[in-house]
Structures are given as C-alpha cells and as structure tokens.
C-alpha cells in the first residue's frame, strides 16, 4: 500500500488552518452556531476521503454524478454524508437520490418531480437491489432552492429569485424530500458580502413560510468570512482543503 502519512498530515494541516477561518469569521460576528463544513472532493481519489473521514470529517461535496456515485460504492462509510452541490440534470435524478444525503442545487421544478419520483422509487423497493447505497441511510432527502444572484440572471446557475419560492413550495408539498433552505454561489467579480446578504434576504423570506427551511448554503474557499457574516449554515470548502486540483484526463 502506498504511504499516506505526507498527504495525511496535509489534509489535517489544511483543515486546521479552514477550521480557524471559521473560528475567527464566528468570533468576528459576535458568536454564532457553527456552520457544517462541507469538503469537496470533486476530482480528487477515495484515498482522500479515507484520510479525510480519519480526520473526522463527516460531510463531502461533489458535483458530477458519474464520479461520485463512484466514490459513495468505494467509500461506503455509513458515517459519511454526500452532498450533492453541482448543477443536475432530471435524468441523473435517480442516480444521486441513491447516495446523497442532501442535494444543494435544486432549481427547478422539473428536477424537483424527478428527485421525488427517484426517492418515493427507493421507498417503495427500499432492500431491492434497486435501492443502491441509499440502503440504511434517512428515507428523506434534504433539498436546498439554489439561488442565481447573478445580476444578468447567468452564470452559475439557480432558480432567479423571483422563482425561487415556487421551487421552495414544490420541495415542501413533497413526500420524500425535506426543504432545508437556500444555496448560492456568489457571482464572479461581484462583492460576495452583497450577494449573501441577499441570501439571507431571501432565507428570511422562505423561514416565515417555512420555519424548518433554516438552511443557508453559501460560502466557498475565498469567501467564508462573508458566508458565515451572513449566517451560513453549511461552507462548501474545496482548495484550501485539498489543494489544487489534481490533472483531469
């Protein structure tokens, strides 16, 4: 077996120095509940993730499903928890309900109907070898209404924030996902602390409908301080975790 000790030891470096961002970022806003700190491991091998989980990470990111479906068979750590964040398309719908714990980029209603119809699938055939890894895992799946707050309504994809509350209101009606809240990227060259603060503008808006939908997904290696200022409940932190990304090919 090849020796791990080198990228071990800077994982758990890494990790140290994003944890005190976020101690420092907390501290800065006077103290709050700590956000869930999400690593994402697109592009990077399961040996990662191994070192990772001995770490005591327990929340990873990915944003293909072709490579993390992957993953979640070779890593089939119970303990673990997938959040799916990248842009999906209804017919990989079926795939990461079979994996994800949660599914940060829903924007549609279309998707919406493909992931429910996918989960309701799983519960009704739950030990069939159709139940895939979500076997053992919550018959619920968490959806958070992605927000595009780019002003040209492009980018980085999500629901426009006029839309965004029907969205919201088809997760809610449905049987097998739970509405956990919003998530947004921040748009390229624009201020993040803008863009969050819209966010939480919107959050506000969706909590007094739906009080559980707490949830706000922002925040990504160069801007966490400005995620957790706006009250981010999950960080999506990939490069100042594991480094610069490996060659793809």
């Known amino acids: 077996m090849p020796d791990t000790t080198g990228r071990r030891a800077e994982l758990e470096a890494n990790l140290r120095r994003v944890n ?3 101690d420092d970022a907390i501290a800065a806003c006077g103290g709050r509940n700590r956000p869930t700190l999400i690593v994402v491991t697109k592009f990077f091998p399961p040996e990662d993730l191994l070192l990772l989980r ?3 990470v327990r929340d990873v990111g990915e944003n293909r499903d072709q490579e993390a479906a992957v993953k979640a068979r070779e890593v ?3 303990e673990l928890r997938w959040h799916f964040i ?3 398309q209804t017919n990989k719908a079926r795939s990461v309900a079979g994996y994800a714990h949660s599914v940060h ?3 549609r209603s279309s998707l919406v109907r493909a992931l429910e119809k996918a989960m309701a699938g799983r519960a009704e055939h739950p030990n069939s070898s159709a139940g895939g890894t979500r076997r053992g895992r919550p018959a619920v799946l ?4 992605q927000v595009n707050l780019s002003a040209e309504g492009t980018g980085r994809g999500g629901a426009h ?6 969205v919201a209101a088809r997760i809610h009606d449905s049987n097998h996902l739970r509405l956990a809240g919003v998530m947004a990227v921040a748009p390229l060259g624009g201020d993040p602390r803008e863009a969050f603060s819209r966010l939480a503008d919107l959050s506000s808006e969706l909590v007094s409908r739906y009080p559980a939908a707490s949830g706000i997904s922002a925040g990504m290696s160069g801007d966490l301080e400005h995620a957790v200022a706006a009250g981010a409940t999950h960080l999506r932190i990939g490069s100042d975790v594991l480094g610069a990304r490996p060659p793809v090919g």
Do not use: M
Not at 142 to 145: G, K, L, Q, T
Not at 161 to 166: K, T
């Open 54 to 56: 001995e770490l005591g």
């Open 161 to 166: 924030p006029s839309d965004a509350l029907e």
């Open 105 to 107: 980029s829903v924007d």
């Open 76 to 78: 089939p750590d119970p």
């Open 86 to 88: 990248g842009q999906l």
């Open 142 to 145: 968490d959806c958070f209404v």
């Open 20 to 22: 005190k961002r976020i």
